[in-house]
């Protein structure tokens, strides 16, 4: 079992950044991939960005060249640089993590709302 817990997000003007934390505790030893996935109002749940344990990243057209993952595997943390944030960049960010014996065995934080005003 994997817990994941996000943090950093907030209210922010356009134009501005936000730094998103997700603390990953548990069975640390089962996790692969991990990745920060988004979801607006009335909206399917999107991938923003994701990264392998090796540092391999991955992102979705709308935030690519303004938003930035990476990860510290000794914390067993992964964290999401928000820049140049629009108003469409409005929902709630999910932290989600992989399990690497099964691929099929997803992990989910609990969310974190991220507002962006114009």
């Known amino acids: 079992q994997v817990q994941l817990v996000e943090s950093g997000g907030g209210l922010v003007q356009a134009g501005g950044s936000l730094r998103l934390s997700c603390a990953a505790s548990g069975s640390i030893f089962s996790i692969g991939a991990m990745g920060w996935y988004r979801q607006a109002p009335g909206k399917q749940r999107d991938l923003v960005a994701t990264i392998t344990r090796g540092g391999s990243t991955n992102y979705a057209d709308s935030v690519k060249g303004r938003f930035t993952i990476s990860r510290d595997n000794a914390k067993n943390t992964v964290y999401l640089q928000m820049n140049s944030l629009e108003p469409e960049d409005t929902a709630v960010y999910y932290c989600?993590?992989?399990?690497?014996?099964?691929?099929?065995?997803?992990?989910w934080g609990q969310g974190t709302q991220v507002t962006v005003s114009s």
């Open positions: 989600n993590a992989v399990n690497i014996y099964y691929s099929s065995r997803y992990y």
